[in-house]
């Protein structure tokens, strides 16, 4: 049997899936979310609370157990993880997790002992900033300040400085803790961290995401001396070496095969990030599709034919794991912002599409800013959700509005910080936890006047990662694997109503309000 498992450490669960090669079918399509399955945690949403609505951390130890609860869940349902002929996995991008010195040598793990208890006492820091992050602000001027400005961190790096990138985080933690700064001897991202547990030893960064740390070179794929400089001292000890998407960081630790009948000799493919796995899972390796994912944040990405950056500072240019580039653009006021407005009105999904569908685009002139958090595109500190329009809408007495309103503005931004990618796409590739809700999709549909089609799993990011693992590990093409698991399903297409000057006019009205409210 050739199975191959693609894990996702998100932000608000691990999840797996399995291919089979043989069969054309996915055989395992599973998620642990870690507010319910590990709620000592305190991680509702999957990271922790603070009082500083800036700082967004997660204990790294959550994922760590996170492994052991999936796999063991999977084993006593009757799963059979002896089948499995190759393993990669994607991970929420931009978190960083810090090892002491000698992590490597402790990592035999004992598979007597669960895995959380030996990882314990190789983390130098106990939270990991993770993407949700906008506390570094003044890191990154004085990164830009370090280089000689924001056009060579884009130039080199793909991205200005970025606040929820390692780059500015790193270089946080050696101006407020230098000595835990000091005591790390090795950063690694969520994905590698995640390779290096499976791996039993230590593992590169691959360059899918790397290129998300503000600290790559993208165009010879090394780290950026400067970079690191400006950074923090020492920097460059502290990291891993970078990789292709498809190197085989080691074989799976025997920790894995002793508790979980993992065959021994089962191949590790470095992990990459959930937006570069989702590439791949949603088929998109070639240009010429643009993938929307739904997720806790929204991200609007794409293969790219040349590498280019956004004039204005907000998109980024990440590797794609089957090689070249992608851009992507990145809201952090995705999923749970539409899940805060659909509370407060008292809907459910069904509801919420519902109201969405029953109402008119354009939503009768009522529209709104649609920030509960932090923004990253565009950057807003200070996040309102500013309800503009008759009476009833601003007062919170109109449920469909309210539901139609957060779904038109969150779209129309998209697509006005997603126009310097420069394509006009004919589809849309939906995925993520939203990507079921109908009206939803609807909306994103009429906004871009874009057919928007999705796939059979609407985790693409595990998807992408078992396809990467099948794909470093076979002689199957990216063609043959994309027909089999990735094609989307043609008779759930969604088509865009004539709706061209409504949304013309809303654009208008929202890029307004935002340089009125905000200055952008
Ligand atoms: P992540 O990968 O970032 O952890 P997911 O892609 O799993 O997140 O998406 C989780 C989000 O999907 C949840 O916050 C939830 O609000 C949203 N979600 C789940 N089902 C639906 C639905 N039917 N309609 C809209 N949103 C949904
Ligand atoms: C992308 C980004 C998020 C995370 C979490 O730049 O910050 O999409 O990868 O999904």
New binding site residues.
């Given amino acids: 049997m050739h199975q191959f498992l693609g894990l996702?450490s998100?932000?608000?669960?691990l999840?797996a899936i399995v291919v089979d090669l043989d069969t054309g079918e996915t055989v395992l399509d599973v998620?642990a979310n870690f507010g319910e399955a590990l709620p000592a945690y305190e991680s509702p949403?999957?990271f922790l609370a603070n009082p500083d609505p800036l700082v967004r951390h997660a204990d790294p130890l959550m994922w760590v157990e996170a492994l052991d609860y999936l796999f063991e869940k999977c084993r006593a349902d009757g799963f059979d993880w002896g089948n499995i002929r190759g393993i990669s996995g994607s991970g929420?991008q931009h978190g960083t997790v810090y090892l002491k010195p000698g992590f490597a040598d402790s990592a035999n793990w004992d598979s007597g002992q669960p895995l959380v208890d030996q990882v314990r006492p190789l983390l130098t820091r106990q939270t990991s900033p993770i993407w949700m992050d906008s506390s570094t602000t003044a890191e990154c001027r004085e990164l830009a300040a370090a280089v000689g400005g924001d056009e060579y961190v884009m130039a080199i790096t793909g991205s200005r400085p970025i606040e929820r990138f390692p780059a500015s985080q790193i270089r946080k933690l050696h101006k407020v803790d230098p000595d835990t700064y000091e005591a790390t001897a090795r950063i690694y991202l969520v994905s590698s961290f995640m390779a290096f547990l499976l791996s039993g030893r230590d593992v590169p960064i691959d360059f899918g995401d790397g290129a998300g740390m503000n600290l790559l070179n993208l165009a010879d794929g090394t780290w950026d001396p400067k970079m690191l400089d400006a950074a923090a001292p020492g920097l460059a000890d502290k990291l891993p070496p970078v990789a292709a998407s498809n190197t085989v960081t080691g074989e799976l630790a025997p920790y894995f095969c002793e508790k979980y009948g993992f065959a021994a000799d089962t191949p590790v493919i470095a992990w990459s990030g959930?937006n570069p796995c989702s590439l791949i899972g949603m088929g998109g390796a070639a240009p010429g599709s643009a993938i929307i994912?739904?997720?806790?944040?929204d991200t609007f990405f794409g293969a790219m034919r040349a590498p280019r950056t956004d004039p204005k500072g907000y998109g980024h240019v990440f590797g794609n794991p089957a090689g070249g580039f992608m851009s992507l653009i990145c809201f952090k006021n995705?999923?749970?912002t539409?899940?805060h407005v659909?509370n407060r009105v008292g809907m459910d999904?069904?509801a919420?599409?519902g109201a969405i569908l029953d109402t008119a685009p354009g939503n009768n002139g009522n529209f709104m800013l649609p920030y509960i958090e932090s923004e990253i595109t565009p950057v807003i500190l200070e996040p309102q959700l500013k309800l503009i329009g008759d009476d009833n809408f601003t007062s919170w007495q109109d449920p469909a509005a309210a539901a139609r309103g957060i779904v038109e503005a969150q779209a129309v931004s998209m697509r006005l910080h997603a126009a310097w990618i420069d394509e006009t796409p004919e589809t849309l590739l939906a995925?993520?936890?939203?990507?079921?809700?109908r009206g939803?999709l609807q909306v994103f549909a009429d906004v871009f006047g874009a057919r928007v089609q999705t796939i059979d799993v609407?985790?693409s990011?595990a998807l992408g990662a078992a396809l990467r693992a099948a794909h470093a590990c076979t002689d199957v093409d990216w063609p043959e694997l994309f027909a089999d698991f990735a094609a989307p399903a043609a008779d759930v297409a969604i088509h865009p109503a004539e709706t061209t000057a409504v949304y013309a006019d809303l654009t208008e009205r929202f890029v307004g309000e935002l340089h009125t409210t905000y200055g952008v």
């Fill in positions: 996702d998100s932000t608000q669960s999840s998620a949403a999957g929420q959930d994912s739904l997720s806790t944040g995705g999923s749970l539409r899940e659909a999904w069904d919420f599409s995925t993520g936890g939203a990507s079921k809700n939803i609407s985790n990011a």
